[in-house]
Every structure is written in C-alpha cells, then in structure tokens.
C-alpha cells in the first residue's frame, strides 16, 4: 500500500470494526416468519419467501460493498484523483462502477493495484486515429474547428511535416488551400507559412473554385491540406454553408476536427456533437501546452467515441506537434503512479 491510505486505515472485513456485524439468526426468523404465515397461499407464501431472501442478499451486498454506509477509500481516493484531472462525474462513475463490480475487497484494499488498472482502463478509452492506406490519388485533411484554436497554425505544421518526410514516410509534395479569404490577415497567415516554407497556397472563396484548384492539384501532389475559417459551433446555418463548399473537395476528403484542450468538457461535448454534419475523421487537440489536465478531452472523447490523430503542444511550426499516442496522455496523468513497463507494454503497438 502506498502513503495515499491514511495510516490508521483497516481493511473492509464482513464483521470487522468498520462495519455491522450480519446477525443470520435474525436472517433466518425472518425467512420462517415470513413462511408461517397462515393467511397466504403457498404460492404466495414461496413467493414471500424468495422475495425476503432476495432482499436480504441485496442488503448484504450494499453492507459488503459500502460497510457503515461509507465508501471504501481506495474508491474515494480513485474518484478525487479523477476530479483532479478534470475527468468527467460520468466518465469517473463508469471507472468506480467497474472497480466495485469487477474487484473483490481483497484486492480494493492493494491501492497499488487499483490505481495501474485505472491507468490501463483509462489508455484503453483512448481511441487513435490510423489514416487509410495510402491511394493513388492525392490525400486531403481538411481542417474544421471553432475560432482560435490553431487551425492555421496546425496547418502549416502538418505541411512542414509531410514535406519533410521522416523514417515513416518519404517527403510529400504538399499544396495548401484556404477559404478563408476575406478576413483581414488570414490569407496572409497562411501565404506567409507558404512562402517560408515554399509550398504553394491556393486561395478560394466558392465551390466551383474549390473544385477547380482540387483538379489541378491532383495531377502531380501528394497531398493537399485545407484550412478553412473557425466557426461558432452553435451557428449550424453557417457550419451547413461550409460543409457545402467543402463538398469541392469530393468525397475522399478526410475531415479532422481541431479542438482546444483548455475547452470545458460540456463545450468540448458540443463541439464534437456540431461539427458531426463534416462527417470528421479524427480529432486534434491543440494547446495541451496550456493545460496539465486531460480528463476534459480523454471523457469527452470517449464519450463521443472519436478518435484522435494529433496533438500540438506550442506555437512553433513544426515542432510542436506529434502524433497522437496513448502513452504520453497516461504518464502526463496527475497524481496517478504509472508503471511505465505495464502501459508500454500495454500500449505501445497502438502507437
Ligand atoms: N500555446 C499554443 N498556442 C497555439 C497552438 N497552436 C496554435 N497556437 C496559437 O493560437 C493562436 C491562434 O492560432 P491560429 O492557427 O491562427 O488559429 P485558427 O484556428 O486558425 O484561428 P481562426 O482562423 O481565427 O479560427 C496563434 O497565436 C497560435 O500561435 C498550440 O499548440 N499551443
Ligand atoms: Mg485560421
């Protein structure tokens, strides 16, 4: 056990100082009384008798489980933990739930162990992104997601990744397109991006553009990366107009969703819910350099059942972005003790 259990802490025994003892002699009059009635029918006396011994084992279930009434405190210790990064109350209550369902008290009583399957149960609720196959013609992200959250940014990192190549993959020949055209600077963030890193950008305003600049790219790239204009999730007219504009793209088009991980768990929620009309592939979470909690993202997420492909963790282009991983989520997990061999070994062929 580790210093988290307070010192004077007794493990949870049926009988023990911390809970009532069960009196079965009282049990079992209860049971007899039950059967000596005389006014029932035998039916309903049997009836009678299975419904009180039904009772009595729910009630010593609730006694086994919750002795005095108080919840055991590797449990308590698990849902404040849980609070402290942000988890949400349905995403932790699922993790209790399961704890007092699936370990015996024995096992409840070694902290330790409960706290390395809620780090496992927690990687597994983390769903990671695998792009198709490579095909023939030209891949297409296009990058949808409120206001500020680093869309752009995001853009131009993904471009200088994928022109660079790595071990994984060979340079790409990259192309950008923006639609966010009119607003004052925007263009420019991006023409900016392109110039430094010489890959040529595409402005368009309309569908019939849009169409038109896909085609001509198609011939020779590899890749082609759309940045499109931050949207108000709660203006389903205007995000209708966008999907609309971005069916140019055509249908092979991989839509990814970029979100804050500052964002609140409820808004996050109904980001993921307002952004379903793009059909959205994945999920980027950006900024996690702005916060040290992650229970926000991994519940929403999970909720949703999204998967996520990246992450950005600063401003700099390129650097400041990787793939997604399980793994980095759990060991940036506050408070938790990670057994870094168990999650390796656990996770790293999702990697
Ligand atoms: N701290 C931090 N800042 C970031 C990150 N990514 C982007 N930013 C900053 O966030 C601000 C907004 O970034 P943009 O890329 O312009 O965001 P956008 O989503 O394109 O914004 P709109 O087009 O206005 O909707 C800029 O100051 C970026 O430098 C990140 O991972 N961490
Ligand atoms: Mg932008």
Redesign the pocket.
């Known amino acids: 056990m580790t210093g988290i259990i307070p010192k004077d802490y007794t493990p949870y025994t049926i009988g023990s100082a911390n809970s009532q003892p069960v009196d079965f002699q009282k049990e079992k009059e209860k049971v007899l009384a039950a059967a000596s009635r005389t006014d029932k029918t035998v039916q309903e006396k049997t009836d009678l008798i299975q419904q009180t011994i039904l009772n009595e084992v729910l009630d010593l279930k609730k006694r086994i489980n919750t002795p005095s009434g108080e919840e055991h405190p590797t449990l308590t210790r698990i849902g404040e933990i849980l609070d402290l990064n942000d988890f949400s109350p349905a995403y932790s209550r699922n993790i209790l739930d399961r704890l007092k369902k699936e370990f015996p008290l024995e096992i409840l009583n070694d902290y330790d162990q409960v706290q390395e399957q809620v780090v496992e149960w927690i990687g597994e609720s983390i769903a990671i992104f695998k792009p198709d196959p490579p095909k023939k013609q030209p891949r297409i992200m296009i990058l949808v997601?409120?206001?500020?959250?680093?869309?752009?940014?995001?853009i131009a990192k993904l471009a200088a990744v994928f022109r660079l190549g790595n071990k994984e993959c060979r340079p790409f020949s990259v192309r950008m397109i923006t639609i966010?055209y009119y607003?004052i600077g925007?263009k420019l963030?991006v023409e900016t991006y392109g110039d430094i890193m010489q890959i040529p950008v595409s402005c368009v305003d309309n569908y019939g553009d849009l169409k038109k600049t896909i085609a001509l790219y198609s011939e020779d790239v590899d890749l082609i990366l759309v940045?499109t204009?931050?949207k108000n999730p709660r203006d389903s007219v205007e995000i209708a107009k966008m999907k609309q504009l971005l069916s140019g793209c055509g249908p092979t088009a991989e839509v990814h969703l970029?979100v804050a991980a500052t964002t609140k768990y409820s808004d996050m929620r109904e980001i993921f819910q307002q952004f379903e009309p793009f059909n959205y592939r994945s999920v980027i979470i950006?900024?996690?350099?702005?916060t040290i909690r992650v229970g926000n993202v991994l519940s929403a997420l999970a909720d949703k059942g999204k998967f996520i492909s990246y992450i950005?963790?600063?401003?700099h282009v390129p650097d400041?972005m990787h793939k997604a991983g399980v793994i980095p989520f759990l060991i940036n997990l506050e408070e938790f003790k990670i057994n870094r061999d168990r999650i390796e070994k656990r996770f790293s062929h999702v990697e």
Request: hydrophobic share 20%; proline share 4%.
């Open positions: 997601g409120p206001t500020g959250v680093g869309k752009t940014t995001t966010d607003r925007a963030q940045d204009i931050g970029a950006t900024k996690l350099d702005e950005t963790d600063g401003q400041d």
